[in-house]
C-alpha cells in the first residue's frame, strides 16, 4: 500500500511541477542531456563480480563521494564501482574528477519499470547515497537484489525533520531500506535519533567535503592578468552567489570600490545558467563576473577576503563554508545557513569565519579590510579549524566495512 502511495504521489508531483520543468527545458536549455538517460537509462555494462554503487545528486556530492573511492578501490581492488547523478553539471564534474571508476551514468526517474531493471542488471552488494536524495524503489529494489544501503555525509535539515514526524510511516518505509547512517554532525545525530533510527545505525564521521583535494584549475597568475588584478589590489570573490545575492553584495562593497581604485570583485554564481544574467547587471570595471565551471577555488586562491553565497537569502541553506577557510582566506557569510549548522558553529566558535547580517555586509567588509591583523587571525583560525577535520573519507568508508558485510547472503 505504502508503495502505491509513494508511486501515485510521485507521478502526481512530476505532473504538478511538468510546466516548471518544461519551461527550464525550453528557455533555460536544462535536462537537454540528462533526460533522455533518466527515462530510458542504458543498461550498465558490469564487468565484475561485486558491485559498488555511489549516488550523489549534484557538483557537491560528486566531490564528497569523490573523496571515498580511494579507499574503496584500495579495500576491494576487484569491485565494479558504479557512479550516478542526477544534473547535468553532476555528470560532467563527475567525467572530470573521477579517474578511478569503471562507469559514470544519469540515475534513471524513479519508476519502477524505470528502476527495476537498471538495479537488477548491477545486481549492487552495496548502494552508497551521498548526504541522502532517498528514492524508495531504488532503494527497495537493491534490497530485492541482497544489497545494502549506506548514507554517507549525512544531514537532515529542521524542516525535513517536520515532515517526516508528520508523515511517519512514509519516512518508516524510507529510512528502514537503510542499513547505515555517517553523519556530519551532532545536530543530524539528534534528528535521525528523533525521528526513531536504531542508534547503532547511526554514527558521526564528519563531512567529506573536509578531505576533497585543493586543486587549481586555473594558474593564479592566468587568473589576476585575466581579471586585470595588480599586485596593490585587494580581492574580494563572492562565490556560489544565488538570485539576489549578487546585487546585495554589489550594493555593499559600492562605496568601499569608490573610496578604494584598488578593490576588485569577483562574482562566481552557483549555477551556470545564470551566468549571462548576472554578467548584463553590472559594468562596473571593478567588479567582474566569472562565467566559467570548476575555477571557484582558484578564485578564492588569489583573495583577500571569501564571501561564501546561498546564505545571504531564505531557502538555500548556505554553501561551502570551509573551502576558502581551509586555504586561509578570511571568510564571511550570512545568517541562513541551516544546511551548514555544524560547520557554522565550528568556525563562529573558534573564531575562524565571520557571520554577518546582510544589514550588516558593508561595514564587516569595511572592518576586515581596513585591518589586515584582524583579518590574517580570523584566517588562521579557520585553516586550523579546517586541519583539524581531516581524514573524514577514511573514517567514513573504516566503519562502513566495519558495519557492512559486502558479501551476499
Request: charged content about 25%; overall charge positive; hydrophobic content about 40%.
Amino acid at each position: 500500500m505504502m508503495s502505491f502511495l509513494y508511486n501515485f504521489a510521485l507521478v502526481f508531483l512530476t505532473l504538478i511541477f511538468f510546466p516548471k520543468f518544461l519551461a527550464d527545458f525550453l528557455f533555460k536549455k536544462k535536462y537537454r542531456k540528462s533526460l533522455k538517460r533518466r527515462l530510458l537509462p542504458k543498461t550498465p555494462n558490469v564487468r565484475r563480480k561485486k558491485v559498488i554503487w555511489l549516488h550523489g545528486v549534484s557538483v557537491g556530492e560528486i566531490k564528497a563521494l569523490s573523496t571515498l573511492i580511494p579507499h574503496i578501490r584500495k579495500s576491494a581492488s576487484e569491485a565494479f564501482i558504479f557512479v550516478t547523478t542526477v544534473t547535468e553539471t553532476g555528470y560532467a564534474e563527475g567525467k572530470r574528477i573521477l579517474k578511478n571508476i569503471d562507469e559514470i551514468q544519469y540515475l534513471p526517474l524513479d519508476f519502477p519499470w524505470a528502476v527495476k531493471s537498471f538495479v537488477k542488471a548491477l545486481n549492487p552488494s552495496l548502494l552508497v547515497l551521498v548526504e541522502g536524495d532517498y528514492w524508495m524503489n531504488l532503494m527497495r529494489e537493491v534490497k530485492k537484489c541482497g544489497g545494502k544501503t549506506v548514507v554517507v555525509n549525512g544531514k537532515l535539515s529542521q524542516k525535513s525533520l517536520k515532515r517526516y514526524l508528520a508523515f511517519r510511516p512514509f519516512a518508516e518505509t524510507i529510512f528502514s531500506s537503510i542499513d547505515l547512517f555517517c553523519l556530519q554532525g551532532e545536530s543530524y545525530l539528534k534528528r535521525f535519533l528523533e525521528l526513531g533510527i536504531p542508534p547503532e545505525k547511526l554514527s558521526v564521521t564528519g563531512n567529506l567535503k573536509f578531505d576533497i583535494p585543493y586543486k587549481e584549475k586555473v594558474d593564479p597568475d592566468t587568473l589576476r592578468k585575466e581579471f586585470g588584478i595588480g599586485e596593490k589590489d585587494t580581492v574580494i570573490t563572492a562565490g556560489s552567489t544565488h538570485d539576489g545575492e549578487e546585487k546585495l553584495i554589489f550594493k555593499a562593497v559600492s562605496p568601499l570600490l569608490e573610496k578604494d581604485p584598488h578593490l576588485k570583485i569577483l562574482i562566481v554564481p552557483r549555477h551556470p545558467e545564470r551566468f549571462k544574467r548576472v554578467k548584463e547587471l553590472f559594468t562596473h570595471p571593478q567588479v567582474k563576473v566569472v562565467d566559467k565551471m570548476g575555477v571557484l577555488a582558484s578564485c578564492y586562491r588569489i583573495s583577500n577576503l571569501a564571501i561564501v553565497g546561498g546564505s545571504f537569502v531564505k531557502g538555500v541553506g548556505g554553501h561551502d563554508l570551509f573551502e576558502p577557510a581551509r586555504m586561509g582566506v578570511p571568510t564571511i557569510y550570512g545568517p541562513y545557513v541551516h544546511k551548514q549548522v555544524d560547520y557554522d558553529q565550528m568556525l563562529s566558535d573558534s573564531g575562524g569565519g565571520v557571520k554577518l547580517a546582510p544589514q550588516e555586509l558593508q561595514s564587516g567588509l569595511s572592518k576586515l579590510i581596513l585591518n589586515p591583523t584582524q583579518a590574517k587571525e580570523i584566517a588562521q583560525k579557520g585553516k586550523n579549524i579546517a586541519q583539524k577535520a581531516l581524514g573524514v573519507s577514511f573514517r567514513t568508508w573504516n566503519f562502513t566495512q566495519s558495519n557492512i558485510s559486502l558479501e551476499k547472503n
